[in-house]
């Protein structure tokens, strides 16, 4: 008996960036998980970047990493977040991964003397990327969603793929979804429908019909400008979704869902007699719900060097409310530039707890390890990630081991006292891209610990990105002094958790323990992190 072609959804967007796409393909995949089906989500990235390794976080939002060691978009983060499901790296397919896969089967000879093209060597390779994660993974769907907006170049291969794709894999399998604009101007209060119209007719001109709209609109679409949209851009008018502002982008699934979309996509897909799926809906609802259920506030300040932009901190911000869903607490964050502290620290009196995310390089370290400092003298709960684990380190040697000149060597190569250091196997490295410490890795946790007490376990699981490490030369005197290493792998050659154990929460970790955290599911750290913080 030959089983049931899978099903693709396709993701394009219009207009602009920043619409949404990310969100509206996360949500539709969670439809489909609620609805029974295998399914996962790949991310295109038309960019000239390998990966999203090198890329400036203020510019291009945080780069979220998987367990295998990928450096991806952070959109991946959101597939995990919605899907509670890990992805692997190769999930994230870029423009250099293609052509460079390309360029080295050329250079082995595999096109026997062809003339290599856009069209069909590298269209082919996209598509193969496709099914090869279709065919490991055995999905019985996958989302898929090009990044950048139609009528780019870069995007052009990928939508060209795309295309082929409903060709040869019949469109009673594939959906095309365009997520595109109805703004609102205030002068008139109408929504205008030309963006959309024009971004459709761009579609259309290299070969692609949308089957689904989802417009974006800071309000819930009108029935004119719906109608509007269906007649100009030859999509049904049931065909046409409203993608409003939300509280949260946790609620979209449900927008959609009242909308209809899964009855759509289910008809266009000849699927029928569907299992009942309450209780599924169930659980997710009850996530939702503890979000929505909060009746008091905590207040954390988040320090660091990205601040200008909340994506550069999205997985962070995310797992802060996870932890504050979990019991109850309205989370507010408070983005504070470390390069703004200008030594005025008092400002941080007015926070519940501080959180120091990752980083790299010197701007901005000082107002770091300031903060690092002030939260252990003040007794105010403190979590810092990565470089808010090295940097706590720092301001450790330096105020109370009296190593008034303590520094990490990323800061200051030729510091008199390098408690924090580049890792041995790193020395070496020529390439910047793909070659820090990356991915999970397995950490051991010492027994009557906080480390242990939250996370239950002497053996735990973490991703991780970093050159730099502890220095182990600074073990005896960092712990006579009262600071506590509660973690570590590799056989105890690096350290992983430090902790002040006479202190209200006092915790540092060279992981990003915010990858491991999902809606429901708080990551440990978080969760305690914010329990201190509200004395829950």
């Known amino acids: 008996m030959q089983t049931e072609s899978t099903k693709y959804i396709f993701v394009t967007g219009g207009v602009m960036s920043g619409l949404g796409k990310g969100v509206v393909s996360s949500s539709i995949a969670k439809l489909l998980q609620l ?16 990966d999203a390794g090198t890329m400036n976080p203020i510019a291009h939002g945080e780069v979220y990493v998987t367990e295998d060691g990928g450096e991806c978009d952070m959109d991946i983060g959101n597939y995990e977040r919605f899907l509670n499901q890990n992805m692997l790296k190769t999930h994230n ?11 080295d089967a050329e250079r082995r000879g595999e096109y026997l003397g062809a003339c290599v093209q856009i069209i069909p060597h590298v269209t082919d390779a996209i598509k193969d990327r496709i099914r090869k994660i279709v065919k490991s993974e055995n999905l019985d769907m996958l989302v898929i969603e090009c990044g950048g907006t139609v009528g780019d170049i870069e995007s052009l291969p990928f939508l060209e793929a795309l295309r082929q794709m409903r060709l040869e894999e019949g469109s009673e399998n594939v959906i095309f979804v365009h997520v595109t604009l109805a703004p609102s101007l205030d002068v008139v209060g109408e929504q205008k429908t030309k963006p959309t119209q024009h971004s459709v007719q761009e579609l259309r001109r290299i070969g692609i019909q949308p089957d689904l709209l989802a417009v974006r609109c800071t309000r819930p679409l009108e029935m004119a400008a719906r109608k509007k949209i269906s007649l100009f851009s030859n999509v049904s008018e049931r065909d046409v979704f409203s993608c409003h502002d939300a509280k949260s982008i946790l609620l979209v ?8 979309i899964i009855d759509v996509m289910f008809k266009k897909f000849g699927k029928v007699g569907l299992v009942n799926t309450s209780a599924n809906w169930d659980k997710w609802n009850a996530i939702i719900n503890s979000f929505q259920n909060a ?9 660091g060097k ?14 802060l409310q996870h932890a504050g869903a979990k019991i109850g607490k309205n989370v507010i964050i408070d983005w504070i530039d470390s390069e703004e502290l200008d030594g005025d620290l008092n400002k941080l009196a007015a926070y519940s707890g501080i959180i120091v995310p990752g980083g790299f390089g010197d701007r901005g ?12 003298e003040k007794n105010i709960p403190y979590l810092g990630i990565c470089f808010g684990f090295q940097l706590a380190a720092v301001a450790f040697g330096r105020y109370v081991c009296g190593l008034t000149n303590a520094n990490s060597t990323e800061i200051a190569p030729s510091t008199e006292n390098p408690v924090i250091d580049l890792l041995p196997e790193q020395k070496s490295v020529e390439n910047m891209g793909g070659s820090l410490r990356l991915g999970s890795h397995e950490i051991t946790v010492e027994d009557n610990t906080m480390a242990f007490r939250l996370y239950k376990s002497t053996k735990i699981h973490k991703r991780h990105r970093h050159r730099f490490e502890f220095n182990q030369k600074y073990l005896d005197l960092f712990s006579s002094k009262g600071m506590k290493f509660s973690g570590h792998s590799d056989n105890k050659k690096r350290m992983e958790v ?4 006479n202190h209200k929460f006092y915790l ?14 708080p990551e440990e750290s978080f969760e305690a992190f914010i329990r201190a913080s509200s004395n829950a």
């Open 508 to 521: 540092g970790v060279q992981y990003h323990p915010e990858f491991s955290s999902r809606p429901g599911y």
């Open 35 to 50: 609805s029974n089906q295998k399914v996962s989500c790949v991310k295109f990235d038309p960019y000239l970047n390998y």
């Open 498 to 501: 430090l902790e002040i154990p």
């Open 93 to 103: 397919i870029t423009t250099a991964q293609i052509y460079s896969s390309v360029i």
């Open 253 to 260: 699934p449900q927008m959609l869902y009242d909308q209809g």
């Open 365 to 376: 370290v000082e107002g770091i390890v300031s903060t690092a400092n002030y939260a252990r």
């Open 306 to 319: 990205y601040v200008k932009l909340a994506d550069s901190y999205v997985s962070v911000n995310h797992a």
């Open 295 to 303: 009746k008091e506030s905590v207040r954390i300040a988040m320090v």
